[in-house]
């Protein structure tokens, strides 16, 4: 009997392992490269080491879509901490737009999805994310009134996508005399 359960256990582990996103991690893609593009505050391209070029979802984090208040200040933000920087990925999976999912650290230990919570550039995506220290620098950016969060009640960029998606306008909802 004891052998029947272990083997049952060892399948499951084994089939359980084979369907993780971690799986995608251990692909062939190279763990670094060189940023060469800024997309937004949490997307950017880099020219990894065997010369392609893939667009990177920083994992955890949410920011500021195009026409929302912090969107220039959160892109360029990510702009001078990586473009044209050498970055190691931690490869976490794929996004629904086939964008690879990373933790992305400089050579000096420096993960960018932390940098931007800690700056108040960036929102903690807890619907994918569970990490405690991105919730945590979220809480001291809120306390410190940093970056976004000089408005008491800033409108979360999912929210936005989703009024957009229902047809709903969004450029009324924003008080552009902050940056």
């Known amino acids: 009997m004891k052998k029947i359960v272990h083997i049952y256990l060892s399948t499951i582990l084994l089939i359980c392992s084979c369907n993780s ?4 991690a251990s692909s062939n893609i190279p763990s670094s490269g060189k940023v060469i593009a800024i997309v937004d505050g949490d997307t950017y391209d880099i020219l990894l080491d065997d010369d392609r070029t893939i667009r990177i979802r920083m994992e955890g984090i949410d920011a500021p879509e195009k026409g929302m208040p912090f ?56 619907k994918y994310s569970k990490d405690s220290t991105l919730s945590n620098l979220e809480i001291e950016a809120k306390n410190l009134k940093r970056g976004l969060w000089i408005d008491d009640n800033p409108m979360q960029p999912w929210r936005n996508r989703k009024l957009h998606k229902e047809g709903i306008s969004t450029k009324d909802s924003f008080n552009f005399d902050k940056p």
């Open 71 to 126: 969107y220039r200040v959160a892109k360029d933000y990510l702009g001078d901490l990586c473009f044209k920087k050498r970055i190691r990925l931690e490869i976490t999976g794929k996004d629904n737009h086939d964008r690879t999912l990373a933790f992305s650290y400089r050579d000096d230990g420096i993960e960018l999805s932390h940098q931007m919570i800690k700056a108040g550039l960036a929102w903690h995506f807890k």
């Open 21 to 24: 996103q971690n799986d995608y």
